[in-house]
């Protein structure tokens, strides 16, 4: 707003000049323009006049204060005792004086220029020059532990601080002074290597002279990472050794740990402990899947040459390991010959449709080429080589053989039906027909009555002919010897159909082995039928052999448990079972089979009173054994 004035008329009182209530409106807006420009919501305090200075000047020996600040002539001065005046910028401002610029800590210049400091400086604390310093510096010392210091020149050193060509090294032990050039090269040229030649990073002892390195006290020779003391080798920063040419050691090697040898060690006698699995180096002749069975197929200089083996042919047989790796056509690669052999993947080695186990046998495929499979090939055209067993059948991708029968097939090989093993001319076993065989030698010899014996060959015949009374008969393969209508054989007289046995004497019937007794049609016994009686002894486990008797008794002193054996299909057995003078004792019964007797509604529960006798009946139907108690039996 531009500035209003009061207008004061042309004389005293004309009434020419503004009223009182518009010059008092033009003193209030003046004034309020006055006042908005200092105390206004901008803070500012602005000079009317264009380009013009604002003036705070105090009269005579007056001063300005703003806030807790007091401004002397060119001095400002804090009004708050022990105060400090603090100038800080806006956000990342600075504060510039003159041409210098403050931003925190920093101190720069703000037109580029080096800034000046024309009189002598005390930094109490420490320096960090990341430039040069150019003119003459004075410091008490020089800390380099952290920091590097380049391109230092020294013009002059305290006559005290140096050692010269003519004092020499060894006259000074004082760690703090300098040697000359002069002084460093007569040490060198004239002690310090002694007869030893140094030519750039070579160093020679004199002809045939040896070249010792000896460190003092308990110290060591230290070559890069490799430290030598005594006679020890190790490791500066405790990582392993590596040697990357061939070693040869015309003495013996001992270890007291672990040995890595990274390519092939050769020693004329190895003494200790083996760990690991025993390969060798060969030339494939096809290409070769890791896992998969090869034999020995020829000799490539000094290295055996492999294919894959199989186990219908003596050519391709036998295996002689295992491939560590997949091997292609020329190229070499490792065969574990003996011991584990890591990281097989089923679908590699394994023949078709075979699923391995843990532990099983490991057998050469007769029908795919280098296949392993976990059944013995059959038949006389194939051979038998266990190459070893399965240590790791999960998972499938990652399996462990062991490799152990590398190098021959099974001394007995499959066996065709019918035929034998038997030594050929050539003192080898061969095979031959066993019906064949047989007809090169006699087979049966007949003694007669007289004690005379005659001999028969295979595929001969044998004549039966009766004499007297006997007749004989052949249907097929039976021969029938008819005798007369009486006649006698030992101490039994047959009487036409009626064997009769000596006065009071048994007939038994014993067929021999698994045989029984037979009866096609109907057994009448006119003077009663007797069973066999066998009596078991009481105890918590008792096996009832139905070949001993067909009925048996007990008297239970424990709780048993019956386990019945040898019970034919059709045949029965009986128990009589009685308890004892304390009774409640319980019972229980099952199979050879393990299976238990079915018993009408699942109950097989004794009489329990002290005395009680139950009679328990088992029926083999072929399919079950089914029984059935009679309970309590006593007098009337």
Do not use: W
């Amino acid at each position: 707003m531009a500035r209003l004035n009061i207008d004061l008329g042309t004389a005293g009182n004309p009434n020419t000049g503004d009223s009182l209530r518009v010059a008092m409106a033009k003193i209030n807006d003046n004034f309020s323009e006055v006042y908005s420009s200092i105390t206004g919501t901008a803070g500012y305090l602005t000079s009317g006049t264009t380009n013009g200075n604002v003036v705070i000047q105090p009269n005579g020996t007056g001063v300005i204060e703003l806030d807790q600040l007091q401004i002397t002539d060119d001095s400002i001065t804090s009004l708050a005792t022990n105060a400090s005046i603090d100038i800080t910028g806006n956000g990342t401002g600075g504060v510039n004086i003159e041409a210098l610029s403050f931003n925190g800590t920093s101190i720069s210049s703000s037109d580029s220029t080096a800034i000046n400091l024309n009189e002598n400086v005390i930094v109490d604390g420490n320096i960090t020059v990341t430039g040069s310093i150019t003119g003459n510096v004075t410091v008490t010392s020089i800390d380099a532990d952290s920091t590097t210091v380049s391109n230092l020149e020294v013009d002059n050193l305290k006559a005290s601080a140096v050692v010269t060509e003519a004092e020499g090294l060894n006259s000074s032990d004082n760690d703090t002074s300098f040697p000359t050039t002069a002084a460093v090269k007569d040490y060198v040229d004239n002690t310090a290597t002694g007869d030893l030649t140094i030519s750039g990073s070579t160093i020679s002892a004199p002809s045939n002279a040896d070249l010792s390195l000896n460190a003092g006290g308990t110290g060591s020779v230290d070559i890069e990472a490799i430290q030598i003391k005594g006679t020890e080798i190790s490791s500066a920063d405790s990582t392993q050794i590596t040697i990357k040419e061939n070693l040869l050691v015309t003495g013996n090697i001992e270890t007291a740990s672990d040995l890595t040898v990274g390519g092939d060690a050769t020693a004329t006698t190895f003494i200790g402990a083996l760990r690991g699995a025993t390969v060798f180096q060969a030339k494939a002749t096809e290409d070769i899947t890791k896992g998969e069975a090869v034999y020995i197929s020829g000799l490539s200089g000094n290295t055996p040459e492999v294919a894959l083996a199989r186990a219908n042919s003596a050519s391709t047989m036998p295996a002689f390991g295992i491939a560590e790796s997949d091997i292609a056509n020329t190229a070499t690669g490792n065969i574990v010959t003996f011991g584990s052999s890591t990281g097989h993947n089923v679908a590699d080695f394994g023949e078709t449709s075979i699923t391995f186990a843990l532990g099983d046998t490991v057998y050469i495929s007769s029908s795919e080429a280098g296949k392993l499979t976990n059944v013995a090939p059959t038949g006389e055209s194939n051979l038998i080589q266990n190459i070893g067993k399965i240590e790791r059948a999960t998972p499938t991708t990652n399996m462990t053989i062991k490799v152990g029968g590398a190098g021959r097939t099974n001394a007995t090989p499959a066996l065709n039906n019918g035929n034998i093993f038997i030594g050929n001319g050539s003192n080898q076993s061969s095979t031959v027909p066993l019906a064949t065989q047989l007809t090169n030698y006699v087979a049966l010899s007949v003694v007669g009555d007289d004690s005379t014996g005659t001999s028969f060959n295979i595929g001969e015949s044998i004549k039966i002919a009766g004499a007297g009374s006997v007749t004989t008969a052949m249907s097929g393969d039976t021969l029938t010897i008819t005798g007369s209508s009486s006649g006698s054989t030992g101490d039994i007289t047959f009487t036409g159909s009626t064997m009769i046995s000596p006065s009071n004497a048994d007939i038994t019937l014993d067929p021999a082995g698994t045989g029984g007794i037979v009866a096609q049609g109907p057994v009448t016994f006119n003077a009663g039928y007797i069973e066999k009686i066998n009596a078991l002894t009481s105890s918590s486990t008792i096996t009832v052999d139905c070949s001993l008797a067909s009925i048996h008794t007990v008297t239970l002193g424990t709780s048993t448990e019956f386990n019945i054996s040898n019970l034919p299909t059709g045949g029965s057995v009986t128990l009589i079972i009685t308890q004892d003078g304390s009774g409640n004792r319980t019972a229980t019964f099952g199979t050879d089979g393990s299976s238990a007797v079915k018993f009408p509604s699942n109950s097989s529960t004794l009489s329990t009173g002290s005395g009680d006798i139950d009679v328990v009946t088992i029926v083999n139907d072929g399919t079950n054994f089914l029984g059935n108690i009679a309970k309590d039996y006593r007098s009337s």
